[in-house]
C-alpha cells in the first residue's frame, strides 16, 4: 500500500494535485469524485492562504502529510462510501437515524459486519414486496412533482437562454447570459438533491469543481467549453415531456386501480349506481364482476408501484448521466 | 517488520473509526462559532495525537456523514481564499448523542485501564 503511494511524484500546484486526485478516483462514482475534489480544493486553498510567503509546492509537500496524498485521500474516500453504502443502501433496508449513526460513527469501515446476506425471497414475496420499498413511494412522488419542476426548468432554460442570446446583441446580454448560466448550475445541484432524497440515487452535494487559479475570463470560457453546462441544459429541457408523461402515468394509472378496487364500495355503502362503461354499455351488471374488479385494481396498483420504481430508477440513472458526467 | 507495521496501521484504523466521529463533535461542542473543515482539521492537528493524528481527508466525509445523521447543521459562506465553505455548527440531537458518546467512550476507557494496568 505503501510503496506504490509514492511512486508518483507530488503534485506542485493545486490543479496539479486535484487532477491527481481525480485520476486515482478513476472508475468511482462520479459524484463521489465531484465531493472529493470540492474537500480537497477547500483544504489546500485554505492551507495556502494561512501559510503565505510560501510557495504552492512547499504547501502541497506539507498537505501531503497532514491532508495525504492524493493517492492515499482517494482511497480514504472509497473506503468511506462503501461504508455509507453499506449502511444507507442495503436491500430491503430502511434508512433509519441508527444505521445512518452506524456509518458516521464508522468512517474506515473495517468494524462494521457485513450485511446478512438478504434471503432468497419468492416471486410472489417480491411482487408484493415492493409496498415496503421507500424509493416506490420516493418514485410516485417523485412522478407527481416532476410536472411542476420540468414545467419550471423547461420555462427557465427556454426563457433564459432566448433573453440572453438575443440581448447579446446589446452589451447588456453577456451579464445576463453569465448569470444564467450560473443559474444552470445552481438548479442542477438543487434537482440532485431531490433526485437522491427520492429515488435514492447518489448525486453531488458540492457544486462542480472550477480551476479558481484561471482568470475569470478563462473561466467563462470554460463553462462555455464544459458539456456538462449543455447537459444540464438539455436535461431540464427533456423535463418537460419526461414530466408530463410521468405525471400522466401516475395519476392516470393510481386513479384507475383504485378506482376499480373501491368501486364495489360505491355501490354497496352509497347506493350510488358504480359500473364499468365501456362504450356506454355497462359492463359491470352482474355481481361476480365486483371480486374480478377488485382483484384486477390491486395487482393494478401493485403494477403501477412496480412501474415507479422502474421509472424511478432509469431517471435517476439518465440524471446521473446527463447532470454529473465527468 | 513490515508486517508489524501493517498490523499497527490496521489497528489505528480500527481505533479511529468511533473516536474520530467523538472527537469531530466534541470540538464542535466546544467551539462558540460554526467551523469549516478546515478550521476543524487543524483544531484536532494541534491537540491530536496518536490516532486523532491521521490523515484529515478523513474528516470531510465524517463530517458530512454525522451531518447526514441529523446531528450537525451546516451552511455556506463565499471565501475570499478558494470556494465556498461549508460552516458547521452542533445541534441539540449532536449535543445529546455527544453525551451518550462521552459516557460510553468514560466506561471503555475505565476498563482499558484497569485491563492494561501493570503491562510494560
Known amino acids: 500500500m505503501n510503496a506504490d503511494n509514492h511512486a508518483r511524484p507530488l503534485p506542485t500546484t493545486i490543479p496539479e494535485y486535484l487532477e491527481q486526485l481525480r485520476a486515482a478516483l478513476a472508475g468511482a462514482d462520479p459524484a463521489m469524485i465531484q465531493d472529493a475534489l470540492y474537500d480537497a480544493e477547500e483544504y489546500l486553498r485554505s492551507e495556502l492562504a494561512e501559510q503565505a510567503g510560501k510557495t504552492e509546492a512547499e504547501v502541497i509537500a506539507g498537505v501531503a502529510g497532514s491532508y495525504g496524498a492524493p493517492e492515499e485521500v482517494a482511497e480514504i474516500y472509497r473506503e468511506t462510501e462503501v461504508t455509507v453504502n453499506r449502511a444507507l443502501r442495503a436491500p430491503g433496508m430502511r434508512i433509519t437515524p441508527a444505521a445512518v449513526a452506524a456509518a458516521a460513527a464508522a468512517p474506515a469501515g473495517p468494524t462494521l459486519p457485513p450485511p446478512a446476506a438478504a434471503p432468497q ?25 416532476s410536472l411542476a419542476t420540468g414545467t419550471f426548468f423547461f420555462t427557465w432554460v427556454v426563457t433564459g437562454l432566448s433573453l440572453s442570446v438575443s440581448l447579446l446583441i446589446l452589451i447588456i446580454g453577456i451579464p445576463i447570459l453569465l448569470l444564467f448560466l450560473g443559474s444552470v448550475r445552481v438548479l442542477s445541484l438543487v434537482e440532485g438533491r431531490i433526485i437522491e432524497t427520492m429515488l435514492g440515487v447518489r448525486m453531488p452535494r458540492r457544486p462542480a469543481y472550477t480551476d479558481k487559479s484561471q482568470g475569470w475570463l478563462a473561466r467563462i470560457g470554460a463553462m462555455f467549453a464544459d458539456g456538462r453546462t449543455w447537459l444540464t441544459m438539455l436535461y431540464f429541457l427533456l423535463m418537460l415531456p419526461l414530466g408530463v408523461a410521468y405525471f400522466t402515468i401516475a395519476t392516470t394509472l393510481l386513479s384507475l386501480s383504485l378506482a376499480l378496487m373501491f368501486a364495489p364500495l360505491g355501490d354497496l355503502l352509497f347506493d350510488h349506481p358504480a359500473g364499468i362503461w365501456i362504450d356506454g354499455v355497462n359492463v359491470a351488471t352482474a355481481f361476480w364482476v365486483w371480486p374480478v374488479s377488485v382483484a384486477v385494481g390491486a395487482l393494478l396498483l401493485f403494477g403501477t408501484l412496480h412501474l415507479a420504481r422502474g421509472i424511478g430508477k432509469l431517471h435517476g440513472a439518465m440524471a446521473k448521466h446527463l447532470l454529473v458526467r465527468l | 517488520m513490515s508486517d508489524l507495521d501493517a498490523q499497527l496501521r490496521k489497528f489505528q484504523k480500527e481505533l479511529s473509526s ?43 466525509p465524517v463530517l458530512r456523514n454525522l451531518e447526514g445523521a441529523g446531528l450537525l447543521e451546516s451552511h455556506v459562506e463565499p471565501s475570499v481564499s478558494g470556494p465556498p465553505r461549508r460552516y458547521y455548527r452542533i445541534n441539540d440531537d449532536g449535543r445529546a448523542a455527544l453525551r451518550q458518546w462521552i459516557a460510553a467512550w468514560d466506561a471503555t476507557r475505565n476498563s482499558l485501564q484497569y485491563v492494561l494496568e501493570g503491562i510494560h
Open chain 2, 18 to 60: 468511533g473516536t474520530v466521529s467523538l472527537a469531530l463533535l466534541a470540538v464542535l461542542a466546544k467551539a462558540s462559532e460554526p467551523l469549516y473543515g478546515y478550521l476543524i482539521a487543524k483544531e484536532l492537528e494541534r491537540v491530536g495525537e496518536g490516532v486523532l493524528s491521521g490523515k484529515q481527508s478523513a474528516l470531510y
Open chain 1, 121 to 145: 425471497r419468492s416471486l410472489v414475496a417480491r411482487f408484493f414486496g415492493v409496498v415496503l420499498d421507500p424509493h416506490t413511494y420516493g418514485a410516485l412522488f417523485y412522478m407527481l412533482l
